[in-house]
């Protein structure tokens, strides 16, 4: 898989995309990150990627032309499936949305900065545009981070016991159960009889059981 973001802070995606599992999956071979800085791709000369709204509201909005040339440059090099704005107002991320996403092969992600971008990218540029949340951020470089980690993780051979990601949390619309570890009593606090036994079938079933305990008092709306 390839990915590219495009930004105006190229420099807040560095540690998010350079540790844990997104690392290991590019020294491996399955994904490249490409950071691109759109003002390489402005023809300002001082550099700026953003103007006053016609509106007269206050703020700055990203223009089309620095998005364009990138955009056209890039898809004139290969075919993407999806190009990927980050916008609080775009479709809510997800499991089922991260896992299709993980199939692709080549994607663009545009962050989004200032007051917003000039809408006709939006209208013509963008297909697909994702929220992480009901809430504003300073730039579009966290969300984009987010939706690589969904991703990337999901990748064969990313993390490396690949059944462990069909078991997080809202692959089957549950959350997972309860998890632990050694020692077994820890101040007399004990890990369930049930998951020391080496019965697996009771285990399984403790574990649905517990799934849907834990999604019926956290998360009800997943059952709907």
Not at 66 to 75: F, S
Not at 143 to 162: H, N, T, Y
Request: hydrophobic residues 40%.
């Amino acid at each position: 898989m390839r990915i590219d973001i495009l930004t105006v802070m190229p420099e807040a995606l560095d540690s998010p995309l350079n540790c844990s599992i997104l690392k290991r999956a590019q020294n491996k071979g399955l994904v490249e990150f490409h950071i691109h800085n759109l003002r390489d791709y402005t023809t300002n000369k001082h550099r700026k990627v953003d103007d006053y709204p016609f509106s007269g509201d206050a703020g700055m909005v990203m223009q089309i032309e620095p998005v364009y040339r990138c955009i056209e440059k890039l898809k004139g090099e290969r075919d993407y499936d999806d190009v990927i704005f980050t916008s609080p107002d775009g479709d809510l991320l997800d499991q089922p949305m991260a896992n299709a996403l993980s199939l692709a092969q080549n994607l663009i992600i545009l962050c989004g900065h200032y007051k917003g971008v000039d809408f006709r990218i939006r209208e013509h540029l963008i297909t697909r545009e994702i929220s992480i949340g009901n809430y504003v951020l300073t730039g579009g470089e966290l969300p984009a981070a987010v939706i690589a980690d969904a991703v990337v993780r999901l990748i064969p051979g990313a993390i490396g016991d690949e059944q462990s990601a069909l078991t997080d949390s809202f692959q089957d619309n549950l959350l997972e159960a309860p998890v632990y570890t050694r020692p077994a009593d820890f101040n007399g606090w004990k890990v369930p009889e049930v998951l020391l036994s080496g019965n697996f079938a009771k285990i399984e079933q403790w574990k649905m059981e517990e799934a849907l305990k834990r999604t019926k008092r956290l998360r009800p709306d997943l059952l709907k």
